[in-house]
């Protein structure tokens, strides 16, 4: 097969092409796609990138994770608006060092995503990189008008939420630099294999985010990629109200504690500084709590109430069970400190 941008698209996409339905009207291979929207709905556009070295190294990450995650860190975005999942458009910046092979395997974990959360890539752009692989997936996705859920509801006498378990992926990680310093890259422990799927094969939270997008008394929501302090911060600035949180509570799975404590480390550290659990974060009117907790519950999803919303400027703390109270700072994954 030849080596230039046009075989390795049909390399790596041939398998989206020739697909039809679902509003979906030209796909990959003109100039761009074309699709239809319905009048009840909008659409949800969102776009996040992932860079070797910054998001991911061959000695943390298999291909096929790379290309899996990516698509993740998106879909986790749709499902903290409220919105479902519909298509996704791929740029890849691929250096010399990936062969065209290695590529096509992080589109198998691309695919895989989009079998499981119902979405077809329609389109992207395939180019050259001088060192660093690089991707950037645009996703776009619908929400009934009028009501995708927004960071900036969050409301004083709100009960705070989140679903899942948090500081998950920020243990794999750490494990996963561990033994690629002092061991064979991934070769570790199969006792600690949960804490690296939780870093190389997250979920998004869609079931949860449609959950929430029908509930009443819902206010801000938004999704955990750069950790919890910085996800609540951002709820706390957008709303314009404070914030406290109750150390814990929150939920911390009893592997992520016991890791911790056997490399030194502290898991609510990880909780509210790793990031990448892509978990939803947000807030529900106080007296609306416990029953949306119960729905949660006959869904079979993980819920944890963890804290509340007052007014105030726009502030976040930490509660610890003795009742003192600690500021928390913006920090959390930031790429430019
Ligand atoms: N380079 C950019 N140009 C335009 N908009 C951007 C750029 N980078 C981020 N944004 C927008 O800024 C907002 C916050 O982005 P980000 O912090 O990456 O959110 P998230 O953590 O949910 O991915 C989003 O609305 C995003 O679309
Ligand atoms: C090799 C490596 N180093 C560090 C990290 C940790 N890390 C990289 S980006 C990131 C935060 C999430 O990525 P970002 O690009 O900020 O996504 P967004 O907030 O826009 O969704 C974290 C925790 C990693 N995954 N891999
Ligand atoms: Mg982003
Ligand atoms: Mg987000
Ligand atoms: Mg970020």
Same mark, same amino acid.
């Not at 969050?154 to 996963?176: S, W």
């Given at each position: 097969?030849?080596?230039?941008?046009?075989?390795?698209?049909?390399?790596?996409?041939?398998?989206?092409?020739?697909?039809?339905?679902?509003?979906?009207?030209?796909?990959?291979?003109?100039?761009?796609?074309?699709?239809?929207?319905?009048?009840?709905?909008?659409?949800?556009?969102?776009?996040?990138?992932?860079?070797?070295?910054?998001?991911?190294?061959?000695?943390?990450?298999?291909?096929?994770?790379?290309?899996?995650?990516?698509?993740?860190?998106?879909?986790?975005?749709?499902?903290?608006?409220?919105?479902?999942?519909?298509?996704?458009?791929?740029?890849?910046?691929?250096?010399?060092?990936?062969?065209?092979?290695?590529?096509?395997?992080?589109?198998?974990?691309?695919?895989?995503?989009?079998?499981?959360?119902?979405?077809?890539?329609?389109?992207?752009?395939?180019?050259?990189?001088?060192?660093?692989?690089?991707?950037?997936?645009?996703?776009?996705?619908?929400?009934?008008? &009028?009501?995708?859920?927004?960071?900036? $509801?969050?409301?004083? @006498?709100?009960?705070?939420?989140?679903? +899942? #378990? *948090?500081? /998950?992926?920020?243990?794999?990680?750490?494990?996963?630099?561990?033994?690629?310093?002092?061991?064979?890259?991934?070769?570790?422990?199969?006792?600690?294999?949960?804490?690296?799927?939780?870093?190389?094969?997250?979920?998004?939270?869609?079931?949860?985010?449609?959950?929430?997008?029908?509930?009443?008394?819902?206010?801000?929501?938004?999704?955990?990629?750069?950790?919890?302090?910085?996800?609540?911060?951002?709820?706390?600035?957008?709303?314009?109200?404070?914030?406290?949180?109750?150390?814990?509570?929150?939920?911390?799975?009893?592997?992520?504690?016991?890791?911790?404590?056997?490399? &030194?480390?502290?898991?609510?550290?990880? $909780?509210?500084?790793? @990031?990448?659990?892509?978990?939803?974060? +947000? #807030? *529900?009117? /106080?007296?609306?709590?416990?029953?949306?907790?119960?729905?949660?519950?006959?869904?079979?999803?993980?819920?944890?109430?963890?804290?509340?919303?007052?007014?105030?400027?726009?502030?976040?703390?930490?509660?610890?069970?003795?009742?003192?109270?600690?500021?928390?700072?913006?920090?959390?994954?930031?790429?430019?400190?």
């Amino acid at each position: 097969m030849a080596n230039d941008e046009f075989s390795y698209i049909r390399q790596w996409t041939g398998r989206s092409a020739g697909q039809a339905g679902d509003g979906l009207v030209v796909g990959i291979g003109d100039d761009a796609a074309v699709f239809s929207v319905s009048s009840d709905k909008e659409v949800i556009a969102c776009c996040d990138a992932m860079v070797e070295t910054v998001h991911f190294l061959r000695e943390t990450m298999h291909h096929t994770d790379v290309g899996y995650k990516s698509f993740i860190s998106n879909i986790s975005d749709i499902a903290a608006m409220g919105g479902v999942p519909r298509f996704a458009m791929v740029t890849i910046a691929k250096p010399a060092a990936w062969t065209p092979e290695e590529c096509s395997q992080i589109y198998d974990g691309m695919y895989e995503a989009c079998r499981e959360y119902g979405v077809r890539i329609i389109g992207g752009d395939t180019v050259s990189a001088p060192d660093a692989l690089h991707l950037s997936v645009t996703m776009l996705g619908e929400v009934e008008r &009028g009501m995708a859920l927004l960071r900036s $509801a969050a409301k004083p @006498g709100d009960a705070v939420f989140v679903t +899942g #378990t *948090v500081g /998950g992926a920020a243990a794999g990680l750490d494990l996963l630099f561990k033994v690629k310093e002092h061991g064979t890259p991934m070769q570790y422990d199969p006792y600690w294999e949960p804490l690296v799927r939780l870093h190389q094969r997250p979920s998004a939270q869609v079931m949860a985010g449609r959950l929430l997008q029908q509930a009443s008394g819902i206010g801000a929501l938004n999704d955990v990629s750069d950790g919890l302090a910085s996800e609540l911060w951002e709820i706390a600035e957008a709303s314009g109200v404070a914030i406290s949180v109750e150390r814990d509570m929150l939920p911390i799975a009893g592997l992520v504690r016991e890791y911790a404590e056997t490399v &030194g480390k502290d898991a609510v550290d990880w $909780a509210l500084y790793g @990031g990448e659990d892509y978990q939803l974060v +947000g #807030t *529900v009117q /106080g007296t609306k709590a416990e029953i949306l907790a119960q729905m949660f519950a006959r869904q079979g999803l993980s819920f944890s109430l963890i804290g509340k919303i007052e007014a105030g400027s726009p502030q976040v703390f930490l509660q610890a069970p003795d009742g003192s109270s600690k500021r928390l700072n913006k920090d959390g994954y930031n790429h430019f400190r």
